[in-house]
């Protein structure tokens, strides 16, 4: 099956329900069990039946089995954020004592989480270069849990080095964690190139429309072995006190052990639960992905090829075009060569670039990004303002660079409009 039909039919079969060609929207807070035998098993794991909508949903449940399958996983569970993703990820694996290897170049939230709020958990951040991964041994030891990158990164629009990444953490076999946002299920697929888990901030281009706010996780359908019997990840081989015991390896023969514990462990915690009218929103936007990123896409590069022979801006960053950083990873790896719709460019100074974002008509001052409409955004001054001057340095952002997050308007009438901005400076 094609990710297409993926997208607009996988999860659900209309003929099996009362005909309703859309997927229902099943708001309830809780489910009627039948009897008390039913109850107690659903409540001990021997029935994945729902049980309450914090944990479980039949419209969260299409969503994630279409997340999935279109990402090439064993097993997705979707979140209230991209934000509430990156977190059950990381902290499914880690914790006090533990560290973890989190690229240089990765959007601000998860710059601020996993260097200064995970610090709080015990949780020990180091950083890497994930476009060239050579320091990443040294970083390593007995105590780390996870490496996490970004396919291409926001707003820097770098693309790691995926199969570099994923060699090293084989050798000491750890968990590859790779925020796939940006790329999506549509242009590339990092399980399929080794990677171990995969999350998403879906209130991106999977939304679309800029509706809802959400996140997914998927994992690997090799990480329940990866997990097994290895002394890194003990919590996943030893009894769970929660459930009486319950030792997530055993279990690696007839369920996901990472999936399984970040929703009945962390999720029934935590609680960063996406509601299912949110989760019927994003199904939506699966049924449109593929045409939408691929407009995005070639927008894109005709926005990105303009400003690269603009006088006025110092560098454009977008790895579609040939002779950047990334470009033969996209050419190889990516769909058709096609690097989505995020690219970024490089003005004198930060008042050059208030100039700019400040006199453009049809782009939108926003941090969103994926949205059908074109986004301006200086991400020194919004997304990224919490890091330190070292802090943006490291992750290569200066004061004059802007993102355009560039939607599915005319090509021409984006063009005009950034030229016009240019104008003023």
């Not at 090293?168 to 940006?182: G, L, M, P, R, Y």
């Not at 994003?282 to 939408?292: A, F, Y």
């Not at 977008?318 to 050419?331: F, H, M, R, S, T």
């Amino acid at each position: 099956m094609k990710k297409e039909t993926i997208a607009t039919h996988y999860g659900y079969n209309q003929k099996n329900d009362i005909g309703a060609m859309a997927v229902p929207i099943y708001l309830t807070t809780a489910f009627d069990f039948g009897t008390s035998e039913r109850a107690a098993d659903r409540f001990c794991l021997k029935d994945l039946g729902p049980i309450y909508s914090r944990l479980t949903n039949p419209t969260v449940d299409v969503l994630e089995s279409r997340l999935a399958k279109l990402e090439g996983g064993s097993a997705a569970l979707a979140v209230s954020s991209g934000q509430a993703a990156t977190f059950t990820a990381i902290i499914n694996l880690a914790g006090a004592g533990d560290n973890i290897i989190v690229a240089e170049k990765v959007y601000g939230g998860t710059a601020t989480l996993t260097m200064h709020s995970l610090k709080r958990f015990g949780i020990e951040a180091r950083l890497f270069d994930s476009e060239n991964p050579q320091n990443l041994r040294d970083l390593i030891d007995e105590k780390t849990k996870c490496i996490f990158f970004e396919t291409i990164s926001n707003p820097q629009i770098s693309i790691a080095n995926i199969d570099e990444i994923v060699k090293i953490a084989k050798e000491f076999n750890i968990v590859t964690i790779a925020d796939n946002t940006v790329a999506t299920p549509i242009l590339y697929n990092p399980l399929k190139d080794g990677v171990d888990v995969v999350v998403h901030s879906a209130s991106k281009y999977i939304s679309g429309q800029g509706l809802s706010i959400a996140g997914a996780v998927v994992a690997s359908k090799e990480l329940n072995q990866k997990l097994k019997a290895n002394p890194r990840y003990e919590h996943f081989n030893t009894p769970d006190e929660s459930y009486h015991g319950l030792v997530y390896a055993d279990l690696v023969d007839s369920f996901d052990i990472f999936i399984l514990r970040a929703k009945f462990g962390i999720l029934r915690d935590f609680g960063m639960t996406l509601s299912p009218f949110n989760a019927f929103q994003l199904i939506q936007g699966l049924e449109t992905l593929s045409i939408r990123v691929k407009k995005h896409s070639k927008n894109a590069k005709k926005v990105a090829k303009f400003l690269q022979n603009h006088p006025k801006v110092k560098r454009v960053i977008y790895p579609a075009l040939k002779e950047q950083n990334g470009y033969d990873i996209v050419k190889s790896k990516f769909k058709d060569g096609m690097a989505s719709g995020l690219l970024a460019f490089e003005l004198e100074d930060f008042e050059s670039a208030k100039k700019v974002s400040n006199k453009v008509e049809i782009f939108s001052v926003v941090v969103n990004i994926g949205d059908t409409k074109s986004i301006i955004t200086h991400p020194a001054s919004t997304t990224h303002s919490q890091l330190s001057k070292e802090e943006l340095e490291n992750s290569g952002i200066s004061q004059g660079l802007i993102r355009l997050s560039i939607g599915l308007e005319n090509a021409k009438d984006l063009i005009k409009d950034l030229e016009q901005a240019l104008e003023e400076i």
